[in-house]
C-alpha cells in the first residue's frame, strides 16, 4: 500500500490556507471597491454587488478565521458598537414598529461585522491607501453614470417633474455625498501617487465627482462638497507646485464644464439653500424633525426603537417619514443609552486622529467634516460608507501606533 510522502498533508494544509487569504483579500478589495457604489449596482433577483460581495466575503472570513488567522485585537470603540446593536436589537420589546426595528437591528449587526472585517484586513500604509484608490475608483464609476444618465433625460422635464439625475436611479442626496467625500481622497492620493494609472485615476475624478455631485441637485451634497474644497485647501497647503497646478485646472474644467453643461434649473435649486434656512423649512424636514423630538420626550431613555422613527411620529405629523437626519433618528430611535453607545464610538475614531500624520489626519477631516454635516440632512446611521469611513479613522491611528512603535524598536514596516 502506498503511504503519503512526510510532510505532504501539511503542506497541503498550508497551500489551501493560503489560497483562502488570497481569496478572501481579492474579494475583500473588491467590496471596498462596491461600497462608493452600494445604492446603484444591482443586479435582478441577487441583491446589490456589494451585498453580494459581503456575504462572499464573510464566508472567506470564517474560513480564513477558522484556519488560524491571528486576529488584531479590536479597538475599545467595537466594545460600544457591539452594545449599540445588541440595545437596538432589545429595543423590539418596546418598538413601535417591531418588523421595522428587526430589520435595523439586522442591518446595524451587518455594518458592525463590515467594520470589523475593514479593521482586521486593513493592516499595512499600502492597504489602507489600495482601499482608498478602490474607494474613489468606486465614486468615479458612479459619477460617470450620473453623467451619463444626465445625458439621457430631457430637460424640459427635468424642469416640469423636478427630476434629480442620480445613478441607476439611486437616492441623489445619499449619492450625492458619497461623491463629494470622495474628491478630496482623490486629492491626498494625486499627492501620494503622482504618476501613471493613479494619476489619471484621481485626476479624473477631480473634474468629474464634483459635476456629477452638482448634477444630482442635492443641496446637502453640494454644501458637502463646499465644506470639502475648503478642506482640500489646507490639504494643499505644503503640496508641490505641480500638484497645486494639478487642482487649480481640475476646478477650472469644473467651472467651465459646470457653466455649459449643467442646466440653469439644477444651479437655481442649488442656490436655494439660503431661503430654505432661511425659512428653517428644509424641504419640509422641519416638521418631521419636530415630531420626532416630541417622540423624543415621551421616551427618552429607551427610544420609540431602532428604524421606528416614521411610526413612532405618526400620530404627531399628517404624513410621517423617516428622520432624514442621523444624528436626530439615532436620538429618537435609540434613546439616551443608544445614542451615548454610537456617538461615544464616533468620538473615540475623531480622538484617535490626534496621532496620525497631519497629511493623513487632514484627509480623513476632510472626509469626516463634510460627511458629518451632510448626515444633519440625510439618514445615514444604517448605511456602509459613514461606518466604512469613521472605521478608517480607526485603522489609521492603530496604524500610527504600531509605527510609532516600530520606530521607538527601530523596525521597518514589513
Known amino acids: 500500500m502506498a503511504t503519503e510522502a512526510p510532510g505532504t498533508s501539511d503542506a497541503a494544509a498550508g497551500g489551501a490556507e493560503r489560497a483562502v487569504r488570497v481569496a478572501t483579500r481579492i474579494v475583500f478589495l473588491l467590496f471596498a471597491g462596491s461600497i462608493a457604489a452600494e445604492y446603484s449596482l444591482v443586479l435582478p433577483g441577487l441583491g446589490s454587488i456589494t451585498r453580494i460581495l459581503g456575504a462572499l466575503l464573510l464566508m472567506l472570513v470564517a474560513v480564513d478565521v477558522l484556519g488560524g488567522r491571528t486576529l488584531r485585537r479590536p479597538h475599545v470603540a467595537f ?34 461585522v463590515m ?4 479593521w482586521e484586513y486593513v493592516r499595512t500604509e499600502r492597504d489602507f ?6 474607494f474613489v475608483l468606486g465614486a468615479l464609476f458612479v459619477a460617470a453614470v450620473t453623467i451619463r444618465e444626465f445625458n439621457l433625460i430631457n430637460l424640459a422635464g427635468l424642469v416640469i417633474t423636478d427630476l434629480r ?16 467625500i470622495a474628491v478630496p481622497v482623490s486629492l491626498y492620493l494625486v499627492r501620494q501617487e503622482p504618476r501613471g494609472l493613479a494619476l489619471l485615476i484621481n485626476g479624473t475624478y477631480l473634474v468629474v465627482g464634483p459635476v456629477a455631485v452638482i448634477l444630482t441637485a442635492s443641496r446637502s451634497a453640494a454644501v458637502a462638497l463646499g465644506i470639502a474644497f475648503l478642506a482640500m485647501l489646507v490639504m494643499l497647503r505644503d503640496a508641490r507646485a505641480g500638484t497645486k497646478v494639478l487642482v487649480g485646472t481640475s476646478l477650472g474644467a469644473v467651472g467651465a464644464i459646470g457653466l455649459s453643461l449643467i442646466p440653469a434649473y439644477t444651479w437655481e435649486r442649488i442656490a436655494s439653500i439660503g431661503a430654505k434656512l432661511q425659512r428653517m423649512d ?12 416630541e417622540a423624543f420626550a415621551e421616551q427618552p431613555f429607551l427610544g420609540v426603537g431602532a428604524g421606528a422613527f416614521q411610526g413612532a411620529s405618526s400620530h404627531l405629523i399628517m404624513v410621517p417619514r423617516s428622520s432624514h437626519s442621523t444624528w436626530l433618528g439615532v436620538l429618537v430611535e435609540t434613546g439616551l443609552v443608544g445614542a451615548v453607545l454610537w ?12 496621532h496620525v500624520t497631519p497629511s493623513v489626519r487632514r484627509l480623513l477631516l476632510a472626509m469626516i467634516v463634510p460627511m458629518m454635516v451632510g448626515m444633519l440632512v440625510t439618514g ?8 466604512f469611513v469613521f472605521t478608517l479613522a480607526l485603522v489609521a491611528a492603530e496604524l500610527a501606533r504600531r509605527a510609532g512603535a516600530r520606530a521607538a524598536r527601530g523596525v521597518r514596516e514589513p
Open 165 to 180: 439625475v442620480s445613478a441607476f436611479g439611486a437616492n441623489p442626496n445619499e449619492l450625492g455625498l458619497t461623491m463629494a
Open 380 to 387: 445615514w446611521d444604517h448605511r456602509k460608507v459613514p461606518w
Open 282 to 293: 428644509f424641504n419640509n424636514r422641519a416638521a418631521n424633525w419636530r415630531a420626532g423630538l
Open 115 to 118: 467594520s470589523w472585517i475593514v
Open 79 to 112: 466594545a460600544l458598537l457591539t452594545a449599540f446593536v445588541a440595545w437596538s436589537l432589545a429595543s423590539l420589546v418596546w418598538s413601535a414598529e417591531p418588523a421595522q426595528t428587526l430589520g435595523r437591528a439586522t442591518t446595524y449587526a451587518q455594518l458592525l
Open 129 to 134: 491607501a489600495l482601499v482608498l484608490q478602490l
Open 343 to 354: 456617538f461615544g464610538a464616533i468620538a473615540m475614531a475623531l480622538l484617535g486622529l490626534r
